[in-house]
DNA sequence: CTGAAAGCGCTTACAG
DNA sequence: CTGAAAGCGCTTACAG
């Protein structure tokens, strides 16, 4: 004879059938709304869910139809604002569809990207939204992820095309973007301007120096390579790195950089070198995260609205749920150009006249 | 005859069992590690498994044996850094113990959180870590979720005791950080300070004040009434509530600020009347979000860390899990003076000479 | 060491 | 309109 603690039990559908004397059908079907119960057995069905208090177990009736109601977010890491804005917006439509939103981290490690998509494939969700990491090989992820599950792959495109048919894509348009922060700098009379962080071997970093070497292209200046600086995304890495933008004379005027991360960190670097950003040199950034409208100076930069982003992932991912079979489709999202006074001095600003 | 699609259909244990003719049970124990199969038997169904492209469907061995692995987090909203941050430390807490979080967003809406839970509830978390939506009651929250299903509040007290018996709470030293704050402003010469920002019926709000007015006692100094200004805890809300703080003479030199976004405001708000933050004003905030340290001035203001407080609320609700039964338990995190030049103009800066 | 059987909480034809 | 029965994918005593 076991003991069990008030309250510990799970109240089931038995329980409240017993309650009421009908069977665990009709409970059921009481629950799904069906129009086959009789009204007043369906108000003692009613009253007697509510007095036991009864918790709806979606997994066992998922289990039985053969259906999920949950579609995972791997993402590189909620500490980044960018993402965190994404999945707001993600978890905010998902939830509005009756999703629920199952929660995965990378940290930008492809090993650690295979184990959370492992677990989370395990917990059988409709659908996965996947921002890969770094690296990601798309062959690698297929094998993991199988034909089953639908992956709607965010921002960055993976290393291999995939034999069974790509994915879908939800990318950034990341060559526009850089033309507008470059045709905005060109407007503001600057002829030398960087391209100034992210890696090479990045296909967002290799669209955005596209994007940056038409505008230049249209207005008749070739890209030289030493205004081509790399470094890693992040603000630390940029303030580092900025002394590599002046060792050759005439130095750029002004710079496009990678992402706002980057523009932060070079801002940063032209201080303790005793220059000032929006006054003798002009930095324009990218994906407006929110550090950008507060900074000093603050930033002009390319809005991408990470959160419309996120609520227009979670809506292709559940068009395709709707639609298994229709073919992959590649969606590009529009940014804009987000003008703040003054990290974009003009270049008669910067005491160049060359 | 109805034709499915190659790879839509799942591969269960009993497809692998068929595959190398054994029993679902001898799979079963195979995949949970068991000493009982034969090493040979043991490899032949490894082999099947990884030829078959197997997927342990975690859901219905849950069902099974009556447990749960998934934690769900509520929170106000992952666009607020704070919680972000605090949602990634949770995340990566949880993941490392095998858990998978579930992810709700009540946006500070009461109802929309009642929503959000009974829907997370349905998915049969063993937990919820719970940031309450500001005025959540107690009892109304101990009905929605019973008894069953452990909850760990963060942050914010809930309105009600419950006569159930509390639950688990981790809550921030606002108290000692106010002090800590206040104490700060006093140390640079400052008497006349205000506490800017926050309700009045919020817990935090109030619990910050009381360790301001206690380190302003403990200067012999009584806070008067006009120096208490209350305003929404967004930046809009206080750069509109600026002017409250002049409207007596001798004004405030310096504000102990609700939080860093009310920090933000007012230091946006005293650039527009023409005053400098950090010149002839001090401003102090509270919670170190990332754009505390690139504002103009930057922000010395009171650090949190709210991704290690989210480890520990992922912690406090496993050690719950394995103790169900052990009493509520309160605990504190303590906080820290974050000091950055130089919102925090001595008064000697203010040309104040009351 | 392996297999047959019962059961987790639900749903859904099917019969009445 | 309601109920008995089978089954979703797994686990676990139990028997052999």
């Known amino acids: 004879m076991s003991i069990v603690s008030p309250g510990r039990r799970r109240i089931t559908l038995s329980d409240v059938a017993r309650g009421c004397d009908v069977s665990r059908a009709t409970v059921s079907l009481v629950l799904r709304g069906s129009p086959l119960v009789h009204s007043e057995t369906r108000a003692r069905v009613e009253a007697e869910l509510k007095r036991q208090g009864y918790v709806y177990h979606r997994g066992a009736a998922n289990l039985r139809r053969n259906v999920s109601t949950s579609v995972a977010l791997v993402i590189n890491d909620l500490s980044n604002p960018f993402f965190a804005e994404f999945a707001g917006g993600v978890d905010e439509a998902l939830a509005a569809a009756g999703y629920v939103t199952l929660l995965g981290s990378t940290g930008e490690s492809t090993e650690r990207q295979r184990a959370v998509l492992a677990s989370l494939l395990e917990h059988d969700p409709a659908g996965i939204i996947l921002s890969p990491a770094e690296g990601s090989d798309g062959t690698q992820l297929r094998t993991l992820v199988g034909a089953r599950t639908p992956v709607l792959v965010f921002n960055r495109q993976l290393d291999h095309d ?43 970093c290799r669209q955005r120096r596209d994007g940056y070497r038409a505008a230049l292209a249209a207005a008749g200046i070739e890209a030289e390579p030493q205004w081509l600086v790399e470094c890693a995304p992040t603000r630390l890495e940029a303030a580092r790195q900025v002394g590599a933008l002046f060792v050759r004379d005439p130095a750029p005027t002004a710079a496009v950089c990678y992402n706002d991360a980057v523009a932060l960190g070079l801002i940063a670097g032209l201080t303790t070198r005793g220059r000032r950003a929006g006054d003798d040199f002009a930095v324009v950034g990218f994906d407006d995260i929110p550090e950008a409208s507060v900074s000093a100076p603050p930033l002009t930069t390319i809005a991408v609205d990470p959160r419309a982003r996120g609520r227009q992932a979670a809506e292709l991912i559940l068009q395709r749920l709707r639609e298994p079979d229709a073919p992959a489709r590649t969606t590009v999202a529009a940014v804009q150009l987000q003008v703040r006074a003054s990290s974009d001095a003009p270049r008669s600003h910067t005491g160049d006249n060359a």
Do not use: K, P, Q
């Not at 995939?162 to 503001?188: C, I, K, M, P, Y």
């Open 162 to 204: 995939d034999r069974h048919g790509a994915w879908d894509f939800l990318a950034l348009d990341n060559v526009r973007g850089a033309f507008l922060a470059t045709e905005h700098l060109l407007a503001r009379g600057h002829r030398r301007i960087a391209f100034f962080g992210g890696h090479r071997d990045s296909s967002s």
